[in-house]
């Protein structure tokens, strides 16, 4: 079927600490892929995207690469702060306009 | 410039009656977005408009669920009468015309349907 999956959390860091957040999708053909984040509070924003196999996404310091050999998009990010404490969406567009998500991951990280 | 916005903000309703959910999209965006996360699960969409047009309605869940947009500006979403399922986290989204523009989220209506 089409779908992505992502590593379930919650997941808690502490600050300065190494994220991956796993994410892997099927689809057929090569779709356009997203990181989403939504902030306590707040609406979901795009946090990253990789539109072709090989593509590096990257934005605050957060990367995810478009693998085709491994269908995955993990999302990775060197030293996190307590400010990056959210919930990250995995997704994928369909070619067309609808965009299929995760379930999200929620990130606690502690001072 | 104002992002996308939506009202009311949470919304607490007993089974049975009724919720009007209103977004109102980034001015000039053509396309406007309806989805919907459930109980934690994944985001799922629910439609599509193009301006007043709905392009796809393929994922609403039941004939319970009514969206308009009237004049290609803000949309609303009915849920009539509404039941425990409905329960959920509604977002709606808007983008310029094209496939691979960005979608713009807004922050989501809370429903509780008791």
């Known amino acids: 079927g089409n779908s992505v999956t992502q590593m379930e959390g919650p997941v808690t860091l502490s600050e300065e600490a190494f994220l991956t957040i796993n994410c892997t999708y099927t689809a057929t053909g090569y779709p356009s892929l997203f990181w989403y984040v939504q902030y306590p509070g707040e609406g979901l924003q795009l946090l990253l995207k990789a539109t072709k196999a090989d593509d590096k996404g990257s934005n605050k310091g957060f990367e995810a690469t478009y693998r085709k050999e491994t269908t995955s998009f993990h999302l990775e990010k060197g030293s996190v702060q307590v400010s990056d404490s959210a919930v990250y969406f995995c997704a994928r567009n369909t070619g067309g306009f609808k965009t299929i998500f995760g379930a999200g991951t929620r990130l606690f990280v502690k001072a | 410039e104002a992002g996308v916005t939506q009202f009311p903000s949470h919304s607490v309703i007993e089974k049975g009656q009724t919720v009007t959910l209103r977004c109102d999209p980034i001015s000039g965006h053509d396309n406007l977005y309806w989805y919907r996360r459930v109980m934690g699960k994944e985001i799922k969409f629910l439609l599509h408009f193009v301006k007043e047009s709905k392009q796809d309605e393929s994922g609403m869940p039941n004939n319970r669920f009514l969206a308009e947009r009237t004049g290609g500006t803000y949309s609303t979403l009915k849920v009539q009468p509404a039941e425990l399922e409905d329960s959920g986290v509604y977002f709606c989204?808007?983008?310029?015309?094209?496939?691979?523009?960005?979608?713009?989220f807004g922050p989501g209506t809370r429903l509780l349907v008791l």
């Open positions: 989204a808007s983008s310029l015309a094209g496939t691979q523009e960005t979608q713009y």
